[in-house]
């Protein structure tokens, strides 16, 4: 059993609200807690093992796992979880989308394929939406989709197929999914699904319920998660990648 973490500070100062949660929770179950900056992990100070926990951003950890030889891929849409979306969803380049944006009603949603995300998902419609994208290559792989009308977005935190934590994100935090759609996604998806990983679950005004998107445990803010829970996730999945998972 892993007995010790390591949590990303920078200047002294937890990064984010994410790492003081996930101190907070290994600290009250006994763990035995290091701090690292991105310098000290990327040179080699910081001292990873398989059996100490990492905690911090997506590259803060995923320079971790890289140090033991491990590496990730986003999930963002699983094949089985296709008929869960209700919109079509591509892979696509900047290249491409500049090269359409002139066309009348080709607005499209874009999001980068990488796990390290340049930006956060947004809608181009003209070119004014291209000015930001110029520090982008144009070989810069995207996912793209149809602009869908969600009004109110939401994550299911999943550990062990089973629910955890429920966090609204964006939208009217008044319009709930549908629960029974989100159990049998989460029962569909089982068969290939990390340990831990967040599902995120949108409406839209006619009240349907469709996936958004799913992602990785380790990647994850805690959005509402208490520190038990939000260690306790976050440790499962870590002892899955590096191979340490009872």
């Not at 310098?39 to 905690?55: L, N």
């Not at 980068?112 to 419609?125: C, L, N, R, T």
């Not at 319920?209 to 994850?220: A, K, R």
């Amino acid at each position: 059993m892993s007995s010790s973490v390591i949590i990303q500070k920078e200047r002294g100062e937890f990064v984010n609200a994410n790492g003081f949660n996930a101190w907070r929770g290994f600290d009250e179950r006994g763990y035995e807690t290091h701090f690292f900056d991105w310098e000290q992990m990327t040179s080699g100070v910081a001292p990873v093992e398989r059996d100490t926990i990492t905690v911090g951003s997506v590259l803060f950890v995923r320079r971790a796992l890289q140090r033991l030889g491990v590496e990730t891929a986003p999930l963002d849409y699983p094949p089985s979880l296709a008929g869960y979306l209700g919109r079509k969803i591509w892979q696509t380049s900047w290249a491409e989308v500049r090269s359409q944006i002139d066309d009348p009603g080709k607005a499209v949603f874009v999001k980068p394929v990488e796990q390290d995300k340049a930006f956060s998902g947004y809608i181009v419609s003209s070119f004014r939406d291209l000015i930001r994208t110029a520090k982008w290559p144009g070989a810069m792989r995207l996912w793209a989709s149809e602009p869908f009308p969600f009004v109110s977005e939401w994550r299911f935190f999943v550990r062990r197929g089973e629910v955890v934590g429920v966090g609204h994100y964006k939208g009217d935090p008044l319009l709930y999914p549908d629960a029974s759609v989100v159990r049998a996604a989460i029962d569909d998806y089982s068969g290939e699904a990390p340990v831990a990983f967040g599902i995120d679950f949108g409406v839209v005004e006619a009240g349907g319920t469709y996936l958004v998107e799913v992602n990785d445990g380790f990647s994850l803010g805690c959005l509402g998660l208490g520190p038990l829970a939000y260690s306790g996730f976050l440790e499962d999945r870590w002892k899955q990648l590096v191979g340490t998972a009872a």
